[in-house]
Antibody, heavy 120, light 107 residues
């Protein structure tokens, strides 16, 4: 059974930084792309970033490009996102998702999410 | 970016009703459409991929159809446990984009 467990969320001031982690199990982590998707309170879903299975290719939404960095450690079955220069509009539940393919695909399985609140 | 327009934004129906939600893409996405179910306080769950393929373990009362720009999601006989928000999403292009969601309630 695929399990994805996010951690690292919390309250941070505008301009601050946070690193989220996602521990994966139940599948061959190094064979699938992974993604972050967020959901602001009471709003819809927004794709944030995707990293290919071997980590060589990364993709970002325009709203986070230059501020967020996605990475993975296939030896630890863990996905990360480093979030810098955080803004109030980054406040959301951040979900880790397993993609259906090596590079792109769709979001096949989701973690339970971790809440990031950006406020002074 | 491909815009996904989902309707209605909310829907109230009775147990046993047939429920239909539509999703329209701003350009041709072929069959590359997903439907997710999201229960309150929970993560989205994949129901249908490639517009019409039911994910393993998903009840057969759920179905999807369409291709190109127009897609439909149907629950053939609404059950109390189907109360949720339903989202469509295209995976034809980056950035992946979602519809705004349809909140389904029991009448």
């Amino acid at each position: 059974e695929v399990q994805l467990l996010e951690s690292g969320g919390g309250l941070v001031q505008p301009g601050g930084s946070l690193r989220l982690s996602c521990a994966a199990s139940g599948f061959t982590f190094s064979s699938f792309a992974m993604s972050w998707v967020r959901q602001a309170p009471g709003k819809g879903l927004e794709w944030v970033s995707t990293i290919s299975a071997n980590g060589d290719s990364t993709f970002y939404a325009d709203s986070v490009k230059g501020r967020f960095t996605i990475s993975r450690d296939n030896s630890k079955n863990t996905l990360y996102v480093q979030m810098n220069s955080l803004r109030a509009e980054d406040t959301a539940v951040y979900y880790c998702a397993k993609n259906s393919a090596y590079t792109y695909g769709y979001f096949e399985s989701w973690g339970q999410g971790t809440l990031v609140s950006v406020s002074s | 970016d491909i815009q996904m327009t989902q309707s209605p934004s909310s829907l109230s129906a009775s147990v046993g009703d047939r429920v239909t939600i539509t999703c329209q893409a701003s350009q041709d996405i072929s069959k590359y459409l997903i439907w997710y179910q999201q229960k309150p306080g929970k993560a989205p769950k994949l129901l249908i991929y490639d517009a019409s393929n039911l994910e393993i373990g998903v009840p057969s009362r759920f179905s999807g159809s369409g291709s190109g720009t127009d897609f439909t999601f149907t629950i053939s006989s609404l059950q109390p446990e189907d109360i949720a928000t339903y989202h469509c999403q295209q995976y034809h292009n980056l950035p992946r984009t979602f519809g705004q969601g349809t909140k389904l309630e029991i009448k």
